[in-house]
Structures are given as structure tokens and as C-alpha cells.
């Protein structure tokens, strides 16, 4: 059974920085991608960033590409997504995901079969 464990959220001032880690375990996920995904009150979950976890291919939200690092490492079974020169928009609950098969892509949510129990980021100006 897959479990993935967030961590790293609180309270930022705009402009400052954070970050999530997600600690994995249950499989080898040599094949797998890893994302993460945020989900605002009132606002549908959208995708943030994903990660392939044997090449290390990144895909990111266009929004946050120039702020936010998606990385893994391999050793520790974790997956870590830095964000800087946050902004009060990122305010957020913010999920880790996993999944060994793609069929839409790796920014659709519906391809990610585990999920983590969130971690909140609240962003004040």
C-alpha cells in the first residue's frame, strides 16, 4: 500500500518561501510520477508540479514555473516542492500525489492513483 506523507506548511509573508516535502513509501516507484497538486477554498484542486521519478523529467503550472522546484530524492523516498517569492494567491491546501501509468498527462489529476492528506499554506500579504 502506497502512503505519502506531506509535511513543510504553515505561514508565509508574500514574498517568502517554503517547502514541501512528501515522504513516500509502500512500493519502489522507479516508473511512477510524483505530483503536487493545491486546492484553494472554493476552487477546484489544480495541478502545480510533477516530477518522473527515475529521470527526473519536471512539469510545472505555468503560473508558479518560475518560482516553484519540484525534486526528488532518491535515497530518502522523497519528493520536495520549493517555493519561493510566494504570493498571497498561493494560499492553498497542498496535496502530494502518485501514480505508475499516465493516460491524460501528468498535470491531470484524475491520472494520480494515491494521494496524500494535504498540507495547508496560507500566504499573507
Known amino acids: 500500500q502506497v502512503l505519502l506523507v506531506e509535511s513543510g506548511g504553515g505561514l508565509a509573508q508574500a514574498g517568502g518561501s517554503l517547502t514541501l516535502s512528501c515522504a513516500a513509501s509502500g512500493r519502489t516507484f522507479t516508473s511512477y510520477f510524483m505530483g503536487w497538486f493545491r486546492q484553494a477554498p472554493g476552487k477546484e484542486r489544480e495541478f502545480v508540479a510533477a516530477i518522473h521519478w527515475s529521470t527526473g523529467n519536471t512539469y510545472y503550472r505555468d503560473p508558479v514555473k518560475a518560482r516553484f522546484t519540484i525534486s526528488r530524492d532518491k535515497a530518502k523516498n522523497t519528493v520536495y516542492l520549493q517555493m519561493n517569492s510566494l504570493k498571497p494567491e498561493d494560499t492553498a491546501v497542498y496535496y502530494c500525489?502518485?501514480?505508475?501509468?499516465?493516460?491524460?498527462?501528468?498535470?491531470?489529476?484524475?491520472?494520480?492513483?494515491?494521494w496524500g492528506q494535504g498540507t495547508q499554506v496560507t500566504v499573507s500579504s
Open positions: 500525489a502518485a501514480t505508475g501509468r499516465l493516460r491524460l498527462g501528468p498535470q491531470s489529476s484524475e491520472d494520480y492513483d494515491y
